[in-house]
T-cell receptor, first 115, second 112 residues
Framework: AQKITQTQPGMFVQEKEAVTLDCTYD???????LFWYKQPSSGEMIFLIY??????QNATEGRYSLNFQKARKSANLVISASQLGDSAMYFC????????????FGKGTMLLVSP | DVKVTQSSRYLVKRTGEKVFLECVQD?????MFWYRQDPGLGLRLIYF???????EKGDIPEGYSVSREKKERFSLILESASTNQTSMYLC???????????FGQGTRLTVV
């Protein structure tokens, strides 16, 4: 069975500061992927970043980076230079890369960016 | 621009009604998914499909069924809507190997 744990129900950060959103996972699959999605108040799910379990380097996409620590089974999202528009719900998710695959989500972290 | 489109943004239905939620993707993806989102519970998988006419139960299939007659369309059916099915429903699609999944805008369903 696959499991994602996001222990921070809510986080506050000031504009222009960096913030780390925590995510730990559990899986018995040898090959898997880790995802982060952003959900603003409008409700759409916006794909942010992906990390494959065999990728040697941590994934980065603009201001987003994924701090992947395989031995600790953690996949934290780092947002640099926060902006007011980053205020949203953030979800970490896990998929297997072999066979038929689905996304298993954590319960999410609400990020609020203040001026 | 890749797109997953859900037929309704907001829907209000009466208890006992049969409800159809439609989802269409234009990316020729093999996989399609229906999730339900409730506060404090995150997204939970209802059903998914990896090919036309194929379907698999997710974590919470009770009270739901699905249909995939064409590759681009995946329908979620509430056979007899109940108030505990009031929720946000999200459709998604991906390639066979799931390294990226795209979501629709969501349908907020209220059953009264």
């Amino acid at each position: 069975a696959q499991k994602i744990t996001q222990t921070q129900p809510g986080m506050f950060v000031q504009e222009k500061e960096a913030v780390t959103l925590d995510c730990t996972y559990d899986t018995s699959d040898p090959s898997y992927g880790l995802f982060w999605y952003k959900q603003p108040s409008s409700g759409e799910m916006i794909f942010l970043i992906y990390q494959g379990s065999y990728d040697q380097q941590n994934a980065t996409e603009g201001r987003y980076s994924l701090n992947f620590q395989k031995a600790r089974k953690s996949a934290n999202l780092v947002i640099s230079a926060s902006q007011l528009g980053d205020s949203a719900m953030y979800f970490c998710a896990l998929s297997r890369l072999a066979g038929y695959s689905t996304l298993t989500f954590g319960k999410g972290t609400m990020l609020l960016v203040s001026p | 621009d890749v797109k997953v489109t859900q037929s309704s943004r907001y829907l209000v239905k009466r208890t006992g009604e049969k409800v159809f939620l439609e989802c269409v993707q234009d990316m020729d993806h093999e996989n399609m998914f229906w999730y339900r989102q409730d506060p404090g519970l995150g997204l939970r998988l209802i059903y998914f499909s990896y090919d036309v006419k194929m379907k698999e139960k997710g974590d919470i299939p009770e009270g739901y069924s699905v249909s995939r007659e064409k590759k681009e369309r995946f329908s979620l059916i509430l056979e007899s809507a109940s108030t505990n099915q009031t929720s946000m429903y999200l459709c998604a699609s991906s390639d066979r190997v799931l390294t990226e999944a795209f979501f629709g805008q969501g349908t907020r369903l209220t059953v009264v």
